[in-house]
């Protein structure tokens, strides 16, 4: 018997352990997960007491690429339409949910929320699980997601029966979620496939819509390491504001990429090696608004934003 929490790249023993009811730290494109299959409500009530997560906070249900996707969720036609286009990819889509999805998932709610990843560890894991896979990110609520196998070995620890490790994360920032419930669609959350695209694709006006309400876990205060951040748009402006709070080099950091796909790649763990050092206040460039930078950025307000 292994200890628990061990990092492992054997993908028909994760599959095993989440079969037999297990959970476990699951890599994919965008951030590790904290997966347990979605049919098992004991299974998934232990996700909720490992995150510290509020019950009624809803669950992604990550599908393989061979699922039938309208088991578990009802599709109009621009549901349809984004899920031929973007899927495997870092999309949410938010349907109508069947019988075949617990409310333990979804917070009693009706709608539930639908994934299929493009990670293939990812996709060879979820094949050989008997159903949905769910999966919040795999951090302690309200805190920094993780992006490596060691990061969730350093947030979860034991907590978990083990980790799969599918490498560093290629895009490092959680899924686009797009609403898609009667004639509208909305975005909860930006990511990696941008508004512009989701319009193209539906012909459809697409609003954001941001705040608790809609996508209950979606906290102001979010996302956010123990050091202070404080979005800049120069290095000379975090200098002087550095300055002017009379810091020591060591007590800053200044967080800077080359571009918006490197931000989100590597922004978590830029963030984590700041408090592991110490580092008391963060400053952070704001990024581009192009796609990745737009989804950076809503990252970097909620950490940001006045704790709770
Ligand atoms: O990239 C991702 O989406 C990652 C990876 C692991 O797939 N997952 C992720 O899960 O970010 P989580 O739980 O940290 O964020 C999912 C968000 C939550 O804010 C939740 O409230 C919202 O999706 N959500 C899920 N189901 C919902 C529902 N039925 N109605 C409204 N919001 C929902
Ligand atoms: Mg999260």
Same mark, same amino acid.
């Given at each position: ?47 909720? $007491? ?13 599908? %393989?690429?061979?699922? $039938?996707? %309208? ?34 998932? /979804? ?22 699980? $008997? ?44 899924? /686009? ?27 459809? /006006? ?73 580092? /008391? ?28």
């Amino acid at each position: 018997m292994k200890n628990a929490g061990y990092i492992t790249t054997n993908v028909e023993e994760a599959a095993r352990i989440l079969n037999g009811g297990g959970v476990i730290g699951m890599p994919t494109e965008t951030v590790y997960g904290l997966a347990a299959r979605a049919d098992l409500e004991e299974s998934v009530g232990r996700i909720f $007491d490992i995150k510290g997560r509020p019950r009624n906070h809803p669950l992604i249900a990550h599908l %393989s690429p061979d699922a $039938d996707a %309208s088991h578990w969720g009802e599709f109009n036609e621009s549901a349809e339409r984004l899920a031929e286009l973007f899927w495997p990819g870092p999309l949410t889509l938010l349907v109508p949910r069947t019988q075949h999805i617990g409310v333990w998932v /979804t917070g009693g709610r009706d709608s539930v929320a639908l994934r299929v990843p493009a990670h293939t560890v990812t996709q060879q894991l979820l094949r050989e699980v $008997d159903d949905a896979v769910v999966a919040p990110s795999a951090n302690r609520f309200g805190k920094v997601s993780p992006t490596t196998a060691e990061h969730v070995a350093h947030d979860l620890g034991n907590t978990v029966d083990c980790i799969l490790d599918g490498g560093q994360c290629s895009i490092g920032v959680e899924s /686009t979620i797009v609403e898609c419930v009667g004639e509208s669609i909305s975005i909860l959350r930006p990511g990696g496939i941008s508004a512009q695209q989701i319009s193209q694709a539906t012909g459809l /006006t697409v609003s954001l819509v941001n705040g608790e309400s809609r996508a209950p876990g979606m906290l102001l205060s979010h996302y956010a390491p123990n050091a202070e951040l404080i979005i800049v748009s120069s290095s000379d402006e975090a200098q002087s504001l550095a300055m002017s709070r009379g810091l020591t080099n060591q007590q800053w950091h200044l967080m800077s990429f080359y571009d918006s796909e490197e931000y989100a790649m590597n922004m978590y763990h830029v963030l984590r090696q700041c408090d592991l050092r110490g580092e /008391t206040v963060v400053f952070a460039i704001k990024p581009r608004e192009d796609a990745l930078g737009v989804a950076v950025l809503d990252r970097l307000l909620k950490a940001s934003a006045p704790r709770i």
